[in-house]
């Protein structure tokens, strides 16, 4: 039986639905969505490890992975309508980012990519996304934080912008085509997320008494988080010097050049706290996470784990 709508001719230009009324397999999520990189060249570079530029590149999509969905759950939780559709772009924004890098990874060394049943339709991407446990996710830790108040949710979009951008300018100069390509379409939505927190970031912190507080309280609590996403693992070390990644530890300078600005444009000093220790010295990079994400996880993942064989 025909589900379509049939709309009499008379009322089609009338109906502001007259577009949605129509069964269409690609609204709004498809069933036949091209190859995120078609078009790109896949072709991995003259001495460069297909293993390390997979891991580097699934570093970068776990970090936007894992930050989108946090910043996601701000929708209809924002303090006005503005805010809740800023805040959604930019979860938006870096979700793209993740599905081009999850998608690179899985170009550059299928073996990283989770075993599904024989037959499920889930691109790479999305296997990545939806059927790896916490612990094999490489994400930096400040991304996955349980949501507090704005202030936090300002504070954290600001250190994380403000740190990923840097990275992203340079990763334009990447000898990979694929992640030049993500960076040179991600300044431009990184310095839109810096520039959207950063001008929160004054506004609380000149504001209220009770603003300026709950500023002062999320900075000194993500504080010792900032440290750690400077830090340089084996594979960014690796993935930099074959001319494909960035060593994060090299962008530090630039980074908190620009969050310098911001605490001063503020009137905010820089926070005291120590770093946060890892576990045994490992940290989000190396796989070690808190229970935050676990629980993340087991919601964002829920519908795809249950129907593995599902089209959407």
Known sequence: ???QIDIPAED????????????????????????PLAGVDTTIPDGVDAPTLAAYALMLG????????????????????EDDIALSNIALDLLGQSRLLLARAAKADGSVVP??????????EDALAFFREAHQLRNVRLAELVNGDFAEAVVRVLLFSVWRLATFERLRDSRDHVLAAVAAKGVKELAYHRDYSARWFVTLAQGTDESRRRLLAALEELW?????????????????????????AEVRAAAEGVLDQVLDAA???????????????????????GEPLSRMLAEMQSVARAHPMGQW
Do not use: C, I, K, Q
């Open 1 to 3: 039986m025909d589900s």
């Open 12 to 35: 089609e230009h009338d109906s502001a639905y007259a577009g949605l009324l129509v069964n269409d397999a690609h609204w709004a999520f498809g069933t036949d969505f091209e190859d």
């Open 62 to 81: 776990d970090d936007a992975l894992v930050m989108s969905h946090r910043v996601s759950e701000w929708t209809s939780n924002a303090p006005d309508l």
């Open 115 to 124: 075993a599904l049943p024989e037959g499920s339709p889930a691109p790479p």
């Open 224 to 248: 010792p988080l900032w440290p750690e996403l400077f830090d340089t693992h084996a594979v960014e070390a690796a993935a930099a010097a074959s001319g494909v990644g960035v060593d994060p």
């Open 267 to 289: 009137d905010v000093p820089r926070p005291e706290a120590r770093r946060r220790a890892g576990v045994l010295g490992r940290t989000g990079r190396d796989g070690m996470h």
